[in-house]
């Protein structure tokens, strides 16, 4: 039998950087705009965070894809635990496996939480630089000073030359963290902000990456000319905030519609694929225009697609194969 | 950092026996028809089993499940390819197990789960039968004598007396091979029927085939028999479905999806109300099995994550009591 790769979280750090992960998020969502790319919506497993009735406060999503451009299949197995940051675990567990589609052989099962983190990251900072008014010295905000936050910056700021990165949390701790660890590792000028009300003035793109349910985000903080990016799970924005913009951009279709900032209205039909006016493929495989107006308001909602995990695990995977890093086992 | 437990095929194969994937399925149709298991239905990759792009002549489908009695999370990612799969000569179905605990979150296993696969679905076509068929003796007409043919006679063996079984296959070579394997495994005698018709003329018909053909004629069907079509075309007559006196599958939202009721569901002539029960509910007493003798009946085990997910749970206690397997940190 032939041996499948085994990578590491640390491993996967020495073996990708930031402005790979968007250049191969880049090259996949062409590719998805070009229908080169399978993608079924995602397949949740619920392990108690919706209607279960388990205890564990739970969710896993399985994931899987095929991409054309880099000719492999794959799948994502991830999920959240709520209870876990108080444990001192980790939030996200998740393991990519890629498969070659010629011969149904296991290439590699790796560690998915950096993986997930760094590509949604990227996600956003591919559409910013499609959807976003000002390519030029750009203003920042963003909401949830976490781990995606972290990426989000890291990935924004690889594209960007960033003005001003804003940073608003609920937990004033938290965003002191962020500044902390996250200015030495960028040159972006990182400001912390007391209320999400200020830290949207001026800024042309809102990237939110909260677990709220509270709707926080209010339409006067979705001003004209702003990119806003929603990306939590749950319900950060207020309905007039979604019903307001001018383009609705998202990143799939189908699973836009069921889960994330969409959700809610399209389960009271306010919100129809109609309403949809492309995916993010279609915008950078040129197919749809990105901007057309400088006052636009565009929402960008990008939940995250297996494809950008397959395609970014299939970049480590061939580098680990050239470098010798990891381990093999013979399934 | 947390060590996940690596078994290869060898390793699974040494830890489980048919009489314990038995119990396992067992238990696990009670946990069903009990609703203390969680079980979406399959997400499918089409890889150019039915599709026309990309041309792999594959798939893999990704089957998450949480199953309450064992405690236990996971899924099976798998697939069968006919193209260089093939040509290589290796095994139609590949595949993986995850294994996680549902607490929080870590993945406990990955295994393979290909041996897996064709145990357990032997084993839920016999427990199925516990169930459906009252007598200790049965004559068993088998279409398809490849690995699944193996692993179905030998689960059907180690419940009931098998008078005789009626192979028939397209190639005359596997029937052979078979009838060599299974001599020690049939109590009774092994013959190789001359007609797909011969092997049809038995209390229990079990077709396990890649044919895109309805090859089993609804008049060869006698009153008492119980056909189950596992293939993933539809194997026998529209009117065998339409005319038979109970239709009985093991996971409603897959079984009117893919199968054998993929066709006449999509056509509107066979709905979820045709449907009699489920395996689980008979397994857990809450619908009757077979009713008269003369009953006709169809079922349909297309196969869950849920069993999948506890043979290998069983797979990794044992590994664990025996001290089996590799380690690997991923995280």
């Given at each position: ?40 919506a995602k397949l949740h497993l619920d392990l108690g965070d919706g209607s279960s009735g388990l205890p564990y406060k739970a969710g896993m999503n399985a994931m ?12 994502k197995f991830i999920g959240g635990w709520e209870d876990n940051?108080?444990k001192?675990l980790?939030y996200i567990r998740g ?116 677990h709220?349910k ?18 939590g799970s749950f319900s ?19 699973q836009?519609?069921h889960r994330g900032?969409?959700k809610e209205?399209?389960g ?35 939940i ?28 | ?23 396992a399925?067992?238990k696990t149709f009670k946990g069903m028809g009990e609703g203390t298991v969680i079980n979406p239905t399959k997400v ?17 489908n990704a089957m998450p499940a949480y199953v309450g009695w064992l405690d236990s999370a996971g899924i099976k ?20 197990i995850l294994l996680i605990d549902p607490k929080i979150g870590n993945f406990r ?140 599958v093991d996971h409603i939202g897959q079984c ?16 979820e ?5 489920t395996i689980g509910e008979?397994v857990a007493?809450k ?16 196969g869950t994550g849920a069993m999948d997910v506890a043979?290998a749970t ?18």
């Amino acid at each position: 039998m032939v041996g499948t790769l085994l990578l590491s979280r640390e491993d996967i750090r020495d073996l990708i950087s930031i402005e790979e992960v968007v250049e191969v998020v880049e090259k996949t969502f062409k590719d998805m705009g070009e229908g080169g790319v399978i993608n079924p919506a995602k397949l949740h497993l619920d392990l108690g965070d919706g209607s279960s009735g388990l205890p564990y406060k739970a969710g896993m999503n399985a994931m899987p894809a095929y991409i054309g451009w880099q000719k492999v299949a794959g799948i994502k197995f991830i999920g959240g635990w709520e209870d876990n940051p108080s444990k001192g675990l980790p939030y996200i567990r998740g393991m990519i496996i890629l498969v070659n589609p010629e011969d149904g052989q296991f290439l590699s099962v790796m560690d998915g939480g950096l993986i997930t983190a760094m590509r949604t990251g990227a996600q956003v900072a591919v559409a910013l630089k499609y959807l976003m008014i000002k390519k030029e010295r750009p203003v920042i905000a963003l909401f949830g000073a976490g781990t995606q936050g972290r990426t989000q910056l890291l990935a924004i700021s690889s594209v960007f030359d960033i003005k001003e990165f804003r940073v608003y949390d609920i937990n004033k701790d938290a965003a002191m963290l962020f500044l902390k660890e996250m200015s030495p590792m960028t040159k972006a000028p990182i400001k912390l902000f007391d209320s999400p009300q200020e830290a949207t003035d001026g800024a042309d793109a809102v990237v939110s990456v909260t677990h709220a349910k509270n709707k926080f985000i209010r339409k006067e903080m979705f001003k004209e000319g702003v990119t806003l990016c929603p990306l939590g799970s749950f319900s950060e924005c207020a309905d007039d905030v979604i019903l307001s913009a001018d383009k609705i951009v998202v990143d799939h279709v189908e699973q836009c519609l069921h889960r994330g900032a969409l959700k809610e209205l399209v389960g009271a039909g306010a919100i129809t694929a109609e309403n949809i006016y492309g995916t993010l493929g279609e915008v950078v495989a040129g197919k749809k225009h990105g901007r057309t107006k400088n006052d636009e308001k565009i929402l960008c909602v990008t939940i995250g697609t297996g494809a950008m995990d397959v395609s970014v695990a299939s970049m480590v995977y061939r580098r680990a194969m050239e470098k010798g890093k990891g381990v093999s086992f013979s399934f | 950092m947390f060590k996940t437990r690596l078994l290869s095929q060898e390793e699974v194969k040494s830890l489980v026996t048919m009489k314990d994937v038995l119990e396992a399925v067992e238990k696990t149709f009670k946990g069903m028809g009990e609703g203390t298991v969680i079980n979406p239905t399959k997400v499918g990759l089409d890889l150019g089993e039915t599709a026309s792009y990309p041309p792999y002549e594959g798939f893999m489908n990704a089957m998450p499940a949480y199953v309450g009695w064992l405690d236990s999370a996971g899924i099976k990612w798998a697939g069968g390819f006919l193209g260089e799969r093939r040509r290589m000569d290796l095994p139609y179905i590949t595949s993986l197990i995850l294994l996680i605990d549902p607490k929080i979150g870590n993945f406990r296993a990955v295994m393979d789960g290909a041996y897996i696969t064709n145990m357990r679905t032997g084993a839920q076509t016999a427990i199925a039968l516990k169930y459906l068929y009252s007598k200790k003796n049965l004559r068993l007409g088998l279409f398809g004598a490849g690995m699944q043919g193996h692993t179905q006679t030998m689960a059907i063996s180690e419940i009931f007396h098998i008078d005789e079984v009626r192979v028939y296959d397209i190639n005359p070579d596997a029937s052979k091979k078979y009838a060599e394997d299974m001599k020690n495994k049939v109590q009774g005698d092994i013959v190789i029927a001359s007609s797909p018709e011969e092997a049809a003329d038995a209390d229990v018909v079990v077709c396990v085939t890649q044919s895109k053909d309805k090859f089993v004629k609804d008049k060869w069907l006698k009153p008492g028999t119980i056909l189950f079509p596992m293939g993933s075309y539809q194997e026998c007559e529209d009117e065998f479905i339409l005319n038979a006196d109970k239709i009985i599958v093991d996971h409603i939202g897959q079984c009117l999806h893919r199968g054998a009721l993929k066709g006449l569901s999509e056509a509107g002539k066979i709905t979820e109300k045709n449907i009699y029960a489920t395996i689980g509910e008979i397994v857990a007493g809450k619908k009757l099995g077979r009713g008269r003798e003369e009953e006709r009946i169809l079922c349909i085990p297309i196969g869950t994550g849920a069993m999948d997910v506890a043979v290998a749970t069983i797979v990794l206690q044992r590994a664990e009591e025996k001290e089996i397997g590799g380690f690997y940190e991923f995280v």
